[in-house]
Each structure stands twice: as structure tokens, then as C-alpha cells.
């Protein structure tokens, strides 16, 4: 199995820190948000991994390589000066993605959540992890009910930057074009092609300052930091 790993996005919410830095590279707990992503992936057996890069891109091709050092092996979709966000980003990555069903994470978040046990079940083309919502969120993105995603309903949960998804939704997408990821989610919910499962685990957005705040009381930096990814 395939993961494509989101980090082509500026980072302006969280400037000054990404003025210099790409937000993937950002250090917490001595340890680069990118770094903690892949080894995630690679203790889940997921070896084949594949980065979209747009600011900072060559920041982020020199620190990770060829990924031999996590134990994977690093592609990289370079989409250029222009991101083309969440959903235009994996619809140019399908070359290196398919034939799928693949992973695609943001880079922005820390989890524990684990990607060993999930797969696409019956009748779903693509399965998605939900969190409770956090304070930011108070309203959440979708209900769950049954194993499936539904846009309307209660409760309601927020969507966790996590899904697997098979590649037949993202060949019918213009390629090339700028598109987030959320209005697709909402057409294949409404269409019930969407499962879904609920993490009641740590899981935290640090694309904002203020989460970038609560996840370094979570993980706080060694005393002696090694300088890790």
C-alpha cells in the first residue's frame, strides 16, 4: 500500500515560524512534523510514500532524501510555485499513487492513531478517520452512523486529515486544477461511497497557533534534543 503525505500548503497562519521554514519541517519534541508522519507510516508497514511539494519544496527533498533512513522509500510530486491544495495535489500524485486504495495524511497534525488495521470495507470508496470535534471546530464536518459518512445528522465530528481512498475518485477530477479535498468528501458521502470511523485518540491540528501551542505541552522538547528528521 501507498501513502501520499500532504505538504505543499504555505503555512501563513502559522508565520513567523514558516517564513523561513516549511511547515512540515516545523521541530516538536525534536522530532519535524513530516518525520513524525513517516514514521507512522512505516511502523503500519507502509513503505511506499510519495510528498507534494510546492513552498520550501527543496527544504523538504534535502531533510527527508530518499526516505532510506525512516525505512521507506520517498517519491515526490513537485506541484511548483502554486499549490493546488488538498484534492488537486493527490489528483497529480495519482501517477506515483496508483492503482490504490492509498493513504493520503496532511503533514500538519499529530496523531496516534494507527494505520495498520484499516481498509476499505463493501460498497466504500474510500474511508475516512473522524475526530471529536475540538474547540476550534465546535460544529464538526460530518455525522457517522453505521460505518458511513453523512453530511447532515448528530452528532457530528470533524475530519481528521486521514483517509484511504481508492483512485477511480480523483481520475474523474480536472487535472492540474486547484481543488480541496472537502467538497469532494461531501459529494461521495452524499453519494454513499464514503465509510468512515471515529478516533477517540490524541489527535491535534497544529496548523494554527494555537494548536501548535497545545501540541508542544503534549510533546515538549527533550533536555537533550537529537536533532531527529
Not at 493546488?84 to 496523531?111: I, Q, S
Request: aromatic share 8%; proline share 10%; net charge neutral.
Amino acid at each position: 500500500m501507498k501513502a501520499l503525505i500532504l505538504a505543499a500548503g504555505r503555512g501563513l497562519r502559522l508565520a513567523p515560524l514558516t517564513d523561513q521554514v516549511p511547515k512540515p519541517l516545523l521541530v516538536l519534541g525534536g522530532e519535524t512534523l513530516l518525520a513524525r508522519q513517516i514514521r507512522a507510516l512505516a511502523r503500519a508497514g507502509i513503505q511506499d510514500l510519495v510528498i507534494n511539494l510546492s513552498y520550501r519544496g527543496g527544504m523538504i527533498r534535502e531533510a527527508i532524501g530518499s526516505g532510506a533512513r525512516y525505512g521507506v522509500r520517498v517519491q515526490y510530486s513537485d506541484e511548483g510555485p502554486t499549490p493546488l491544495e488538498t484534492a488537486g495535489g493527490v489528483r497529480r500524485a495519482l501517477d506515483f499513487l496508483r492503482p490504490g486504495p492509498f493513504w493520503v495524511v496532511n503533514a500538519d497534525l499529530v496523531t496516534d492513531f494507527s494505520y495498520a488495521p484499516f481498509a476499505l470495507e463493501a460498497g466504500e470508496a474510500a474511508r475516512i478517520v473522524l475526530v471529536p470535534n475540538p474547540p476550534h471546530h465546535a460544529g464538526g464536518d460530518f455525522a457517522l452512523a453505521g460505518g458511513r459518512v453523512r453530511v447532515s445528522g448528530t452528532p457530528r465530528f470533524t475530519f481528521a486529515g486521514i483517509g484511504l481512498y481508492a483512485a477511480h475518485l480523483f481520475e474523474e477530477l480536472p487535472p492540474e486544477t486547484p481543488l480541496p479535498l472537502g467538497p469532494c468528501l461531501r459529494l461521495w458521502a452524499e453519494a454513499g461511497l464514503l465509510g468512515g470511523v471515529l478516533h477517540p485518540g490524541l489527535w491535534q491540528d497544529v496548523g494554527t497557533p494555537e494548536g501548535w501551542r497545545l501540541a508542544h505541552e503534549t510533546f515538549p522538547m527533550p533536555k537533550n534534543p537529537m536533532g531527529s528528521g
